[in-house]
């Protein structure tokens, strides 16, 4: 059986979605860089956890390392790629910025090559809500403009989906853009509120609670986001045949190429998320408000109306639910 790529194995939701497929009983390639922008020892967990399955290969390349990324795809000759591999995160975008050029774009290029010239029929590829950008109707619907991103992070993404745009058309490659909004769960980045609330709660320290606590995200547990992703990833995208360039519709194309949001569809307020952890962990926060930080936005609410028509799926965990499963992998990981 020919292998699935599955590029940033080593990160979160590349994790959970390369042990979701082998799982199934379809074989893996695993690719990451295990780059140290958060803990590399997690990382290495998540392999050690993935190297269990003997149908799991790992190649540690960097997608801009165009060389050892054009080898790969030569030997293993793959169908589906998901591309889930990044240089992630809003605000250290502002610090490093040519970090996310390499990983972000050059690394897409890359990739966008090599499926291009060897025979790839589907790239699924993540983008993210931080596209949105400065747009304020909620919930945000892929058929809105996304020309106003805030954070160079965004800027990338956006333009991730320019591109797969490009080679659908020229060369007629399927490709489809996941806007992911806040996933969480069990082996989450470090990085993110849901491990730095929790980190902090059950230490007793206290937390950062930006724009003074009046943010909303719609949180999406990992289980949800990963069930999406083989569902797309089973389904090439295809040519709208509806579509009109005096009318465009900024998700589909002439060419197979389309876009969908991935998002609870329940936007959360920062407090009642910060309630929750409370509750799950039995302990009381101790909070330090702060104003709004550059390349964040007030609120994300996604429409998810494209996936649910598409592959008659819509993630629906319940935060309370997602919370609790992962302040419950966060203690048996670090036995706390």
């Known amino acids: 059986m020919i292998p699935v790529l599955v590029t940033g194995a080593a990160g979160f939701i590349g994790f959970h979605l390369a042990d979701r497929l082998l799982r199934a009983g379809r074989p893996v390639v695993g690719l990451d860089n295990m780059s140290a922008y958060y803990d590399v020892a997690l990382k290495r967990d998540r392999l050690k956890a993935l190297k269990e399955h003997p149908d799991f290969t790992f190649a540690e390349i960097d997608l801009a390392d165009h060389e050892p990324l054009t080898a790969l795809f030569a030997r293993h000759k793959f169908e589906i790629v998901f591309n889930l591999a990044a240089q992630a995160g809003v605000r250290y975008s502002l610090q490093n910025p040519h970090a996310y050029v390499r990983s972000n774009l050059d690394g897409f290029v890359n990739v966008l090559e090599c499926c291009r010239h060897h025979g790839v029929k589907h790239l699924v590829f993540a983008s993210s809500s931080s596209v949105y950008g400065a747009n304020t109707t909620m919930p945000f619907a892929v058929d809105q403009n996304v020309d106003h991103p805030l954070s160079l992070y ?80 089973d389904r090439p995208a295809a040519p709208n045949p509806a579509w009109r360039g005096d009318a465009p519709d900024p998700a589909s194309s002439t060419a197979p190429w389309r ?78």
């Open 259 to 336: 876009i969908y949001n991935i998002g609870n569809n329940e936007p959360v307020k920062l407090m009642r998320l910060i309630e929750t952890i409370e509750k799950a962990t039995g302990k009381t926060a101790i909070k330090n408000f702060l104003p709004m930080q550059p390349g964040d936005v007030p609120a994300t609410y996604a429409n998810v109306d494209a996936l649910m028509r598409d592959v008659g799926f819509a993630p629906k965990t319940p935060i309370e639910v997602g919370v609790q499963r992962f302040v419950d992998w966060y203690r048996g990981y670090y036995g706390g």
């Open 154 to 233: 965004a800027a990338t993404k956006k333009s991730n989906e320019l591109l797969a745009h490009s080679y659908s058309h020229l060369y007629r490659l399927p490709t489809t853009g996941l806007r992911f909004f806040t996933v969480y769960g069990p082996w989450g980045r470090p990085d993110m509120a849901m491990y730095l609330f929790t980190s902090a709660i059950l230490e007793g320290r206290p937390i950062d609670v930006f724009n003074n606590g009046e943010m909303q995200r719609d949180f999406t547990y990992v289980d949800d986001v990963v069930e999406a992703l083989v569902r797309v990833g």
